[in-house]
Nanobody, 123 residues
Framework: QVQLVESGGGSAQAGGALRLSCAAS????????MGWFRQAPGKEREFVAT????????YYANSVKGRFTISRDNAKNMVYLQMNSLKPEDTAIYYC????????????????WGQGTQVTVSS
């Protein structure tokens, strides 16, 4: 089992920034590829970003490319999502995800989920 706990969500103005954190516990964190997904009201959950075991490889959804950065610290069992130049359409619940396979971009493949953290961006 892997337990994931997100933090860092909140409110921001358009153009602002937020940093999400995901703390992992349980099985060996460095064995897992990690991802971030989000779900806006009335919409399906969608892929945001993913990072491989070492942190050397990352992929992003086109909607966030150039604005968001995913990173990880295996010594601290943490994964982060730095979100810059926020837009109102980034408003969603953001979920941390762990999977043994990389990339983590299909939600039905994900092994473990966090509980989610709300991000609200106002114009």
């Amino acid at each position: 089992q892997v337990q994931l706990v997100e933090s860092g969500g909140g409110s921001a103005q358009a153009g602002g920034a937020l940093r999400l954190s995901c703390a992992a516990s349980g099985r060996t964190f460095s064995n897992y590829a990690m991802g971030w997904f989000r779900q806006a009201p009335g919409k399906e959950r969608e892929f945001v970003a993913t990072i491989n075991w070492s942190g050397a490889n990352t992929y992003y959804a086109n909607s966030v490319k150039g604005r968001f950065t995913i990173s990880r610290d295996n010594a601290k069992n943490m994964v982060y999502l730095q979100m810059n130049s926020l837009k109102p359409e980034d408003t969603a619940i953001y979920y941390c995800a762990a999977d043994l396979r990389f990339p983590v971009y299909r939600d039905y493949d994900v092994d473990y989920w966090g509980q989610g953290t709300q991000v609200t961006v106002s114009s």
